[in-house]
């Protein structure tokens, strides 16, 4: 969504609490197209690899009947099973060939950064514009993935690994 007429056509983000709740609800559209294309294309995702799996379940003395279709999601599929545990082996090679890790560092979303505060229209919260708040915290991740990597501030990078959560109270956090 772009607001590409922000003086006079801001019909979206004038919403407040519906914005993020029609937000949330185009991810979920866009999540459940992935899951489906997912389910419809499980032949082209080879889930004989997975028999172990199923022949394990069945050993434990557990009925079949009661698993209903088995449906596998790839690694490529954010935030799966076997995308986390992909993410997490790649880390530990990290750790293994470098050691444990030198910097530990969290960088949280400021709602008072000047960048958030100037888009804002009168009378509008950071907290209600996530499109807002998202794009101002990528670009200063971004600045500061360029300083540390790149230019060096902190000395040379060897490897990094760093992480973006949604915290509960409402912004977001990323962590090397």
Known sequence: MHDRNPPTNNTFTYGNMLYQEWVVDQYSKVEGQRLRWVHLNQTTLCPDQYKGMVDAMQQDGANSTNFGRMVVL??????????MN??????MALVKKFGKLDLFITMTYNPNWP?????????????NRPDLTSKVFNMKLNALLKDLLQNGVLGTTMADIHVIEWQKWGCHTVTF
């Open 74 to 83: 790839p690694a490529t599929f954010v935030s799966s099973p076997c995308h």
């Open 115 to 127: 960048k958030i505060l100037h888009e804002l229209r009168p009378g509008e919260e950071a907290n």
């Open 86 to 91: 992909q993410l997490y082996q790649d880390s």
